[in-house]
């Protein structure tokens, strides 16, 4: 029996320049910035690969990124676009395979194709197959990979970027591996590769000389993980969305970076709102509301409040959701972003109360189902409290 | 009404007007008193006297304290019981003692007033006879009400208060920015916090109207002030009392010490001249009442051992105390007065009623044993002094920035490039920044403009105390009983108040200072010592020595005290002698703003013609070729053409180095300018010798000083030359230079020493040298704890490390520690195979065996070790340099490629004189000075291995450049090579950035 399982990496890189240029054809071969505009302290969202061999990185201040990359277009971030465009990447690759795994509109995307040769070809032919379909539809050139595990697609990817194709036959990734530097290796820990680096290792065949018992002797328990990886091991499955906990997201990004309390909790407010109506409209109820701050030097803090009884209602999601915020608020920097997230979600019990709740209960609820409905009807801001602002 | 409880900026990172401008502010409204009140201190109370004998109003001397029952009391002083009880109440609160007013605490309370908004409190100070009144605040409420109330049946007074933090409403948000940087948070975070409210000074018209329902309480606040006659402490010298053992009066003690001392420094017989000029110095100083003083400095410089002798040590006297032939025989300085012309009179004469000064430098690192021993001494009658750290321009910005919430690492790009000092110009801050050419490429968007149009406010706010360099103050009695006294952060006592405000209450202070170069010279002579070298100090006269002489007049000087500045090396070379009197000029005459004195000095000692400044100074300043050098020509002048008496003369020569010198000059300046027109002098001529004497802003000498300060450069001098590896050794041992340790590293690699790398079998602490190797000390080692690096001398003290494991297994060093020893070369000699990602290896091996989970039910199975290549040698000198920040065996230029441009090394500088050259140098330092007509420019030190070269950046290339400049970078230079007196400058057309040095391998060619 054959165990060899096919896993296709697909990667479009700077996916959100990628989109743009797609859109806007003079871009092309341009250096290209994707960051808020009329912001003073905007910072880079997505870069060209010519920006970034000028220096320019993800979440540096705009106004430096113009400064070391001044032949740079700067555009306004569409995240809608984005979403859109992922969203459509996404549906190419789904009628190859069910089993696909993603992220949020990173252009990063894993699908097993393992047996379905007698439906599309050969694994090779799936690939290139699916490169031209989404090359001919959407105008983008994903770079893709393909290989027995999710490491080695990746790696391969990596490998070839920005673009390109690269397979890797089943068996053969220790050699495809061995000549490679150890900085396309994910999963390595920074004090790994600085210890590596002291040992003079330098490409990933010198780590996978080492004998486990070896590995073990300076890397302790993680000398196993090291030993998979300089092989190319990964037994890890493609993980379809259906499997991963359910979950609701909602997200905001600073244009302006913010170190006002009242601001961000109006802003923290008016997620929770659209987090409560996502819920009301799937008639699901969350039990934990989780808060995850970005502040502005790169460090992230997640904090999270819980009830005991599942609630879609407004006024409990904002409670949890500000009682996440002050729990997360612990230092006096910037914050970029903030994330609300709504997971331990249980549908809503459609059985009515056998003891109705007050009044002001059900009017609450009625009030709350009115507004829902002429958002649905005129938009998301059409009607909201007065103490939220607007998000974009 | 007089305004009975006002904060001022003193109340720290709370309050926003200065005590001047309060008074200012008062005396507008109208008021005839005012009484300063800040939290728990007084530190702003010598310049709140100044201003209100300034503004001509009553001064209220007082404060807050916080009790434990009462809330805030406000405590204003009576008289002087009164204020004696007021330090010692505020000296308990900075001890953290609480305090509340109870039939024990009351005699603490007396000569006070104090003023309560608590009903139990002034029912207890009714009871205990204390004088106190009701607090009303600043409007009539209904708790004032019911105080009212109380006060009537007590039959106390209730008086209004302003109860204010700021001068005027619009400092608002300077003090919400103030609460937000001491809270740690952002400004609205601030906002929210300060919901209570921010009070201003009001006139007294806005007070008598809110308080006119109860007409009385206006005239009871004035009564109280009335009450408060105390003007201001005690004036009159407090002298550091004698401890008199031998019950002998202190002037026959100090004259026979002195005659001992002198027999000592002169042999048996001493000359007239000695004899006369002591018997002069005595008679004054017996008659002047110092006799106590000069035994108290002396004990404490070589203080009695138990068995009868006195402890030596390494000492250099300075300020005008070196004149003293008294102070010299008692050892306390180590200039003869008589051989180098110091009059006695700068010193100390009978015209003066100020206090003498006798400041005393010990090697750096025995400072804190003197200062301990002292404090131990003289228990709680002694303190020291104080600086008032007050918000700095880099300082205001980078704390306003972290209000604003800005990440630390956008702040630092910012304020790095900020220079420490701006000039006092009438920009703002924000157009001088912006104006700033090292900051061309800085962005001012965003909230930039408004942080810094805020931290502008900032800036000259106190911010917290400091401990003055070495200031002491002893006493007769506690000195709390005289002016508050806390604790500082490092443990030892402190007054509130600074230097000048401890000189205006007449405490006498002594300066008990640290200096390196003293260090510098023992550690050397002790190095010379350990290597068997017979070395004696009796008889050592470094400044005879020719070859010295010849290595001082060539510029050779860096690492030796005072004369190792760029400035100073090309000055002696310019002026090319290298003597000792030369130097003792040559050290007073380099400061800011005296450039072309500097010119005008070299252009006369070498033989230019001269006319005196007036025919009135030719016998004055002829020791100085006719310029102004020593602070106390200032006051020559101003006798001798002004006709100033000696003490105004002084006085004048004092105000000079004040920080806040405009205002008290004026007066000065008018006498000076009347005082020459009687004398006949050109109004021209006046303005001229007027501007020399401005040049002097507290950084020049007096005569006295300098020579003690070039005994010591000449002595630094004399081991550089004769015994250089073992001097700079020590100078890189003491740390602390005007240069870099790499920098110290290439000039001793350039003087031909070997450097040999540190090694954990025979390095020491600290470097060494012999004959003409320097071993680098483990101290070099960066990021290696000091019980570490002990750790390793012990455990080698016992037996020598026999192996890596071994060494391990008996140092145990931190993984950090091991790669730093590891990359610094420091194992090398443990390691037989020469591999250093082996010595790694078996590091990392051990730490998870020994580590946590290693040490489990199944440990870990030992594993030979891997085949591991060694590092490439690019790579192993990348490390090196990050370990000890300098390479050994080689120059970080040597491996930065030319890019095909043909450049010219350091030494090759002096063939190409009027040329234009290309140089490859690693930027060293640099000082930042004004042009004329107000441009900045900047003279910069480079070097490549063969040279240390000094650049001139004029104000159009510097503005072109300065944005690119920063220190241990690699630049190509393009400029012209120009010579005068014999020194050599680059003067610097064109700058290109080659490399980080950190990033070596990138570019090695």
Redesign the interface.
Known sequence: MNHHRFILHLNVADFAVAVERVVDLSLRQKPVIVAPLQA??AAVYDMSEEAYRDGVRKGM?L??AT?ICRAARVLAPRFDLYRKAMASFVNEARSYSPVLEYGAEDGHLYLDITGTHRLFGTPPDVGWRLHRQIRSKLEIDPIWSLAGSKLVSKIGSRLVKPVGEYIVANGDEQRFLAPLPLHLLPGLKGFERQ?LS????VRIGELA???R??L??????RGETLFELSRGIDDGAVRPEEAQPPRVVREHIFS???????VLKGVVTALAAQLGMELRLTRMAVRRVGLQLD???GATISRQASVRKGTADDDCLQRLALTALERALTR???VRSCRLIGDRLHPRSPQLRLFSDSTSGQKKEHLLAAMDRIRQRFGREAIRLGSQPVLP | MIPLRVRSCFSLLRGTASPASLCRRAARFGYTGLALTDLENLYGLWSFLAACEQENIRPIIGTEIETDTAGRLVLLVRNETGYRNLCNIISRRKRKESLSVTSESAPLFEGLVLLSRSEATLKVCRELELEAAADLGNRPTERGSRLRRLAADLEIPAVPVPDSDLGEPGERSLHLLLRAIAASETLDSALRGARDEVHWLHSPEVYNNRFSVWPEVGRASDEIAERCSFGRPSAGLLMPPWQNHGRQAAGVVLRQQAYEGARQRYGGTLPVQVVDRLDYELGIIEAMGFSSYFLVVRDIVQPLQPDGTRKSRRICGRGSGAASLVAYCLNITNVCPIRYNLYFERFLNPGRSDPPDIDVDFAWDERDQVLAEVLGFFGERAAMVCNHVCFKPRGAIRETAKAFGLPGYEISRMTKRLPWFFKRSDLSLQEQISTLPALKDQDFSGPWAEIIERASGLIGLPRYLSVHPGGVVITEGPVQDYVPVEQAPKGVPIIQWEKDGAEESGLVKIDLLGNRSLGVIRDAIGNLRTNGADFSEQGWHPEDDLQTKAAVGAGRTMGCFYIESPAMRLLQKKAGSGDFEQLVIQSSIIRPAANEFVREYVRRLHGGRWEPLHPALEEVLDETFGLMVYQEDVSKVAVALAGFSHSEADGLRKVLSKKDRELRLRDYRDKFYRGCRDNDIEPSEIERIWAMMMSFDGYSFCKPHSASYARVSFQSAYLKTHFPAEFMAAVISNQGGYYSTFSYVSEAKRMGLVIDPPDVQVSELSWRGKGARIRVGLQALHGVSQETRERILSCRSKQPFRSFSDFLQRVQPAENEIQVLIDSGAMDGLDRRGNRSRLFWEAAAREVKTGPGGGGLFPAVEAGSPPLKEQAPIERLRREYRALGFLCRTHPVNLIGKGGVHTCKGVELANHVGRQVNFIGLLLSGKIVSTKTGEAMEFLTFEDATAIIETTFFPEVYRRYAHLLSAQKAYLLRGLVEEDFGALTLTVERVKLLSNTSELHSTAG
Do not use: S
């Open positions: 003073a302290r201040l106004n430096r400064r210890r002291e040992f003079n290792i000389a080492l004998t018992m070896q073990h002797g300076v890397f302790g328990r302006n970076d913010c170190a006002d309390r009242t502040y502005t030097d006096r920097t910037r």
